[in-house]
């Protein structure tokens, strides 16, 4: 029952933050990318595992998605709920490596979060190319891992260290790349940084 009851207030305070940021859109909202950069190798491999999910979009990007309450109020539903049910552990003590991306069971690392808030904000509609993976490096110099939402509001980032789907302004990282909305495989630079592991399981 608790759990159930900060969800909910989680969600309350979720559509708060969203629709104050998505009426006030500015340049500054979306995040700036450069050219092709290098791919993390943890990417790399769990591409090769599963194909389905690092496929070549045809064509042009439709552009990103255009935000409403029924949409902010699922994003905020399936980030909050992934958050809750996933207990955080490393790559290193879970699979004897420093960097293993995949779909996780009761624990994972924080891309492991993000790969199944992918997949399930996928499955609830929302298009491959608006659920970008990020890498970032927080506050300590530590890489870590965040999925992008990118909408007619600007760019929002789920992240397993907040409940909350901030915009990405408001997060207290350095951001380093994130894949291309075309090419899933094809990474771009966001600033320039030195690359970094992403196996963070706590700030």
């Known amino acids: ?35 092709s950069t290098t791919v993390p190798i943890g990417h790399h ?21 255009k935000l409403d309450t029924a949409l902010i109020t699922k994003v905020a539903a399936i980030n909050t709920a992934i ?6 552990l490393s790559d290193l003590l879970q699979y004897g490596v420093e960097e293993r991306w995949s779909y996780p069971g ?16 996928h499955a609830a509609g929302i298009p491959l190319e608006d659920l970008l993976i990020t890498v970032v ?14 909408t007619t509001a600007g760019d929002f980032v789920l992240d397993n260290l907040d409940w909350r789907v901030k915009p990405w302004r408001d997060t207290p ?22 690359d970094v592991a992403t196996s963070a399981v706590g700030r």
């Open 1 to 35: 029952m608790q759990g159930a009851r900060a969800i909910g207030a989680g969600l309350a305070a979720l559509l708060w933050v969203v629709m104050g940021a998505a009426s006030a859109r500015a340049e500054a909202d979306f995040m700036t990318v450069g050219l």
């Open 45 to 65: 491999l769990f591409c090769q595992e599963h194909r389905e999910d690092c496929t070549r979009k045809a064509g042009v990007a439709a552009g990103p998605l």
């Open 83 to 88: 958050n809750a049910a996933i207990e955080p």
């Open 106 to 121: 009761a624990k994972g690392d924080c891309e492991d979060y993000v790969l199944v808030k992918r997949r399930q904000l």
């Open 137 to 150: 490096r927080k506050t300590n110099g530590e890489g870590h891992a965040v999925l992008t939402l990118h």
């Open 173 to 194: 990282y350095t951001y380093v790349k994130r894949q291309s909305a075309l090419d899933p495989t094809d990474w771009l630079s966001i600033n320039e940084a030195v």
